[in-house]
């Protein structure tokens, strides 16, 4: 049974850095794709960062990109999400998430296991 437990997060001043974590267990390989996404009430969910396996292959959203960096370990296997230069914009529930499959596009109906969120809050 896959299970998928977040931590990180908090509270953070703008230009400030954070980073979430996410356990992965129960999967037997990271031969697969494992996102990052986040909610801020009353919108939709965005896709933030992806990765496939374990080395480069990565996409980002636009607004994220050059700031914040997606990475797995295998073993433990464990995705991470590093935030740097983060402005209040970037304040949001932040879910991980993970897939047996190779997700063609950083889209959340393509990923059946979630972590539980985790709240990123910056302030001005």
């Known amino acids: 049974r896959v299970q998928v437990v977040q931590s990180g997060g908090g509270s953070v001043q703008a230009g400030g850095s954070l980073r979430l974590a996410c356990a992965i267990s129960?999967?037997?390989?990271?031969?697969?794709?494992a996102a990052w996404f986040r909610q801020v009430p009353g919108k939709e969910r965005e896709g933030v960062a992806m990765?496939?396996?374990?080395?480069?292959?990565?996409r980002y959203a636009k607004s994220v990109k050059g700031r914040f960096t997606v990475t797995r370990d295998s073993a433990p296997h464990t995705l991470y999400l590093t935030m740097n230069d983060l402005k209040p914009e970037d304040s949001a529930v932040y879910y991980c998430a993970v897939t047996y499959r190779r997700a063609p596009r950083l889209d959340g109906s393509w990923f059946e296991y979630w972590g539980q969120g985790t709240q990123v809050i910056v302030s001005p």
């Open positions: 990765i496939y396996g374990i080395g480069s292959d990565t």
């Open positions: 129960g999967m037997g390989n990271v031969d697969n794709s």
